[in-house]
């Protein structure tokens, strides 16, 4: 049964499980501030569940592929549309800031606080688009 680490928790979950259901189950959320609300639930079109992965895995389909390379995506963020991601081992799971997650160059989000908060500043300021979300940057570039 693989373990998926993901801000400071740990979750069991099947193998082959959708990585983004598995955080849903345990009550996280793959997405930042309005997009927990306002996205596609799992069809591979708004981009905005994307977090870096760190173990076994599905491979990258032709959709996901697709969403991934689209702005503010880019192929140099190196990361995965986590309704698209199957659970194959065991797992950790980062999230950057952004309503796209893909401001890299801030780091990934922290911990979640005891009290299953998932929010703080770096999950309010992900309502608003900014230059991070659509430049790659020069630490995404290297
Ligand atoms: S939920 Fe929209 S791409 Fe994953």
């Known amino acids: 049964m693989p373990t998926v680490t993901f801000r400071g928790r740990e979750i069991e979950c099947k193998e082959g499980e959708t ?25 591979a079109s708004c981009g905005t569940c994307a977090v870096a992965v760190d173990g076994e895995v599905s491979d990258v389909g032709i ?15 190196d990361l995965r549309l986590s309704c698209q991601t199957k659970v194959l081992g065991d797992l950790t799971v980062e999230k ?9 160059a801030d780091g990934p989000l ?33």
């Open 63 to 77: 959709r996901e592929k697709a969403r991934l390379l689209t702005p503010p995506h880019h192929p140099n963020y």
């Open 19 to 43: 990585l983004r259901n598995v955080l849903q189950r345990a009550g996280l959320s793959p997405h930042n501030g309005k997009t927990k609300t306002f996205n596609c639930k799992g069809f």
């Open 96 to 104: 950057y800031p952004g309503a796209w997650g893909t401001q890299i």
């Open 110 to 142: 922290g911990p979640v606080d005891e009290g299953g908060d998932e929010g703080g500043e770096a999950d309010a300021a992900a309502d608003e688009p900014t230059d991070a979300d659509s430049e790659p940057s020069e630490a995404a570039a290297d």
